[in-house]
């Protein structure tokens, strides 16, 4: 998905860039981009870090960087912040989110005149230059935050670090968040809250929905206005939310605690120890097992040292290799034991397939898997939170596939978890996986865990709801 972080501050902040931006590794790494405004300049530093920490690659550059602004950010996709020149004068930019009409948004730029794209990713237009194209047609950094809001079908959270100070722009909806922390004398704008407490901020505010505000050393100001329509994404809570994070006043971890409890309190299996699939799915595992009183124990152990998270290659086959060597098992733990095991989701069931045959290779009995959101039936509009290309990657839709013996558009049926193409659905991808019983959390539930209303929340992927 990707992370940014923003500091302005009457001292030098080049290491709280550093440390505050590395705070955003968990959400997707690829590439990793620091931009610092001097006083005078601007400097910037770019690595790929897909092998490598963010902090291995940038710490040789911060003896060479110096400012009390600056902009740091985990991307995915686009090699950022990028450094702009326009009639608005110089400017660093950085982007969290995915413009579903990118093509008609280049070829509407390209109309204009004296309008050409540069900045490319494996061929592609950067997202992050596209959104520049269209601040810079506007006659203020203002108006041109709002048009790219008007315009982008998807999402696009933001940073525009400037020589007066950092505009920070949350997505029209509100998909993803974006927290602003402070300090004495210092500012700093966040995709995670958990960034704050090592580096000393305090919360001060989240913008709501399509906010805008501008910081400088001596304050935020207000810009614009949030609106009154909000579809947060869930899978800030169930998946890619760090655990120390809290979005919209409702804490990650306790989110999974009380979702794994929801879990449980509908569940009458028999099983001798609870477990989580590290580490997305601990948070919810502990929550079943404090509920339904079934000891909680680490069958395996995520070895963290070396390997990153696995979702990150393109490629299926280096993501199965990765899934399958970062998880150590202990069989001792669960030799002839039923276990009952919590994953945050099962998206195409590739890895999930790897964990099982590696605990049934330890012995264990019986496994139940127990996945704290609903089937995944459509790809996300809204994020870049997965790596499928086609919807047919997902486990859901290739189990419905075979119930139906052929590619359906007649989804509903398998949406609601009352009907019987439902259950066969579900019986479908048991079988696949090879596991003993299968039982995915339920929308309802899922959302009464996060706490926030039903109606300020994206399920889109679950159900086809959050336009």
Wanted: net charge neutral; glycine share 8%; hydrophobic share 35%.
């Amino acid at each position: 998905m990707g992370g940014m972080f923003g500091v302005v501050s009457k001292e030098d902040c080049v290491m709280d860039v550093y440390f505050g931006a590395d705070y955003h590794s968990h959400l997707g790494t690829r590439r990793g981009g620091m931009a610092i405004w001097d006083g005078s300049s601007f400097n910037r530093a770019i690595h790929n870090i897909e092998n490598v920490q963010f902090r291995a690659k940038f710490e040789s550059e911060l003896f060479s960087l110096k400012g009390n602004m600056g902009i740091g950010c985990i991307s995915d996709t686009d090699p950022q912040p990028l450094l702009v020149r326009s009639h608005l004068g110089m400017y660093a930019i950085s982007t969290v989110g995915k413009i579903g009409n990118k093509d008609e948004l280049i070829e509407k730029a390209l109309s204009l005149p004296n309008v050409h794209f540069m900045e490319s990713n494996k061929g592609t237009i950067s997202m992050t230059e596209l959104v520049a194209v269209i601040v810079d047609n506007e006659e203020s950094f203002k108006n041109g935050i709002l048009k790219a809001q008007e315009l982008i079908q998807g999402s696009c959270s933001l940073l525009i670090l400037t020589p007066q100070g950092i505009y920070a722009a949350r997505d029209k909806l509100g998909r993803t968040p974006l927290v602003i922390g402070k300090k004495k004398g210092t500012f700093c704008a966040a995709s995670e809250s958990c960034t704050f407490a090592n580096l000393g901020y305090t919360f001060h505010y989240e913008l709501g929905p399509g906010e805008i505000v501008l910081l400088t050393p001596d304050g935020m100001q207000k810009i614009a206005p949030p609106g009154n329509k909000k579809r947060i994404c869930a899978f800030l809570w169930v998946y890619y939310g760090y655990p120390s994070s809290t979005y919209e006043g409702m804490s990650v971890e306790l989110m999974r605690y009380r979702n794994g409890a929801a879990m449980a309190g509908k569940d009458d299996i028999k099983a001798d120890i609870v477990a989580g699939v590290p580490d997305s799915g601990t948070g919810h595992a502990i929550g079943y097992s404090n509920e339904s009183k079934i000891p909680y124990a680490r069958p395996f152990i995520k070895y963290t040292p070396t390997w990153s998270r696995s979702f990150i290659p393109q490629e299926q086959k280096i993501r199965n290799l990765i899934a399958r060597m970062k998880l150590m098992p202990i069989p001792e733990l669960v030799s002839g034991k039923r276990l009952l095991l919590c994953d945050d989701s099962v998206v195409r069931g590739t890895q999930m397939k790897e964990t099982t045959e590696l605990l049934y290779k330890a012995n264990v009995k019986e496994i139940h898997l127990r996945p704290a959101c609903p089937p995944i039936i459509f790809n996300c509009k809204f994020l870049n939170f997965s790596a499928s290309r086609s919807v047919m990657d997902l486990a859901a839709r290739r189990a419905i596939t075979e119930v139906e013996g052929r590619e359906s558009d007649n989804i509903e049926p398998y949406i609601d978890p009352e009907t019987d193409k439902y259950h066969c659905m579900v019986d479908c991808i048991r079988k696949k996986l090879n596991l003993t019983t299968l039982k995915y959390q339920n929308v309802g539930d899922m959302v009464d865990a996060i706490g926030i209303g039903s109606e300020n929340i994206c399920t889109y992927c679950w159900n086809g709801k959050g336009e």
